[in-house]
């Protein structure tokens, strides 16, 4: 891969990438650095060539197992250090971002993201995590009611 | 049993997005357990990437592209030194299997008698030859030690 047509690529994948790594992990330096890592990975190993769609999903994979390398270090499993500024209460839903995400473990918040900001499809999210497609429904359907669980009992208070 | 997914989830993850619930979206998903949970993990994972904004803070292309080129070299580097690595533990095992013989046979030397042993190992043809072959490895096998750890195992750090 030319230089040249690693920018375009890089240009065209890694806003969304990093998203998902700063919002998976809560920092915005772990989630560069991974980002990072994720690039230098990809062109070490020079997978054959692919078409948009499966480099996304490879990159997402390359990410995702960068993600779990450092759980399993367990470098920071917690959701932490997003500004303060940035953080408030949704009026209507009276979400708490923070705690709500904070809450949720790792795979959940990996899944929930992959699924619902990238808008992944099961046999996509599959793809990009190894894991088995009926695996994935299962998961997602767990992390989903889990975090759909967190917001009840605010929202029953309000 | 439950249901875990429903096929009207996308739309109603879009509809986050899109902020257009239409009448009867918003009918089913007050009917639709696997969409109100959807909807409301949803809200989560979408508010906290709207609240992780990423647009200025992807590194620079050319910096990952430098990063991937030097740790390309680097893992070049590291295969072409990899039969010289291979070479050095053979002849480490291959000395340390000559002394073995060595001192094998010199045992079974002194066990039948001493000095004449002695004398027989080393004056005989066998003897010499195996003491200037081990002697040779010896040597060739410490100065491969010797290099590598003096550069590093061959392998410049980056």
């Known amino acids: 891969m030319s230089e040249q047509e690693f920018r375009s690529l890089y240009d065209a994948t890694a806003r969304p990438i990093l998203a998902y790594l700063v919002g998976v992990t809560g920092r915005k330096d772990v989630g560069e650095d991974l980002l990072q890592e994720t690039y230098c990975r990809f062109l070490v190993r020079q997978p054959p060539s692919m078409n948009v769609d499966e480099t996304r999903r490879y990159l997402f994979r390359i990410a995702t197992n960068l993600l779990r390398d450092r759980w399993r270090r367990r470098d920071d499993e917690s959701w932490q250090e997003i500004p303060e500024h940035g953080f408030s209460l949704d009026i209507d839903a009276q979400i708490d971002v923070r705690a709500a995400m904070g809450a949720l473990k790792p795979r959940e918040r990996e899944l929930l993201w992959l699924a619902y900001v990238e808008g992944m499809g099961h046999a996509e999210i599959a793809a990009a995590t190894g894991l088995r497609t009926i695996s994935v429904r299962m998961l997602l359907f767990r992390a989903r009611r889990r975090a759909a669980g967190l917001l009840l009992p605010k929202r029953e208070t309000v | ?158």
Not at chain 2, 35 to 56: G, I, K, P, Y
Not at chain 2, 80 to 92: D, E, F, K, Q
């Open chain 2, 1 to 158: 049993m439950n249901r875990i997914w429903c096929e009207r989830e996308t739309d109603v993850v879009r509809s986050l997005r899109t902020g257009l619930l239409s009448a009867e979206l918003r009918d089913h998903v007050l009917s639709c357990v696997v969409c109100a949970e959807a909807r409301s993990a949803a809200q989560v994972m979408l508010q906290t990437a709207s609240l992780l904004r990423t647009e200025d803070g992807v590194p620079a292309a050319g910096l990952v592209w430098s990063r991937a080129q030097a740790r390309k070299r680097e893992s070049d580097q590291k295969r072409a030194t990899r039969p010289l690595i291979v070479m050095r533990v053979l002849s480490a095992v291959y000395v340390v299997l000559c002394a073995g013989w060595a001192l094998h046979s010199f045992w079974g030397s002194v066990s039948m008698e001493l000095l004449s042993g002695l004398n027989a190992f080393w004056s005989g043809t066998v003897g010499l030859g195996a003491a200037i072959a081990l002697l040779a490895i010896a040597i060739g096998a410490w100065y491969l030690l010797y290099d590598g750890r003096r550069s590093g195992a061959g392998i410049p750090s980056t």
